[in-house]
């Protein structure tokens, strides 16, 4: 079947470049979502909370992962209007709803951590070019 730009996007399709739940699937797929979500798993956390608790993100990565999951409603940004300005995240009920497939996901990379690491080091190791060839040479 050939669509044209007036029919609609079948939603709920990941496997089709329009669909809609591709961009949700980016979104909860980044690692920064994944470890944000972690950090506000039992509560509230100020930016300067989250950029302590997750290391290696820089300001702006953890801003703009932020303002994305607060435009695409998992996360609710709250001012209180105090000297200086106290600004703290929260994950919103959608946003809760994420804590447990990324419970899976955390569980199971801890579990696999070794298993990985092993297959990794074989692969680099049966793949390791001799000194002065390229990937070409193969």
């Excluded at 435009?71 to 447990?100: F, I, M, N, S």
Aim: glycine share 8%; proline share 6%.
């Amino acid at each position: 079947m050939v669509t044209t730009s007036t029919e609609p996007v079948l939603h709920g399709s990941p496997y089709s470049a329009d669909c809609p739940t591709r961009r949700i699937l980016d979104r909860i797929g980044d690692r920064w979502t994944v470890l944000i979500v972690g950090a506000l798993w039992d509560g509230s956390a100020r930016f300067s909370d989250l950029r302590r608790r997750i290391e290696g993100i820089s300001q702006k990565m953890l801003t703009q992962t932020l303002r994305g999951l607060e435009r695409d409603g998992l996360v609710h940004r709250t001012v209180h209007p105090e000297v200086p300005v106290r600004v703290e995240y929260t994950l919103t009920e959608a946003g809760r709803t994420l804590r447990e497939p990324l419970r899976a996901l955390q569980e199971w990379s801890i579990a696999h951590l070794g298993d990985v690491a092993a297959s990794q080091e074989a692969y680099d190791q049966a793949n390791q070019l001799p000194p002065g060839s390229t990937d070409r040479d193969k």
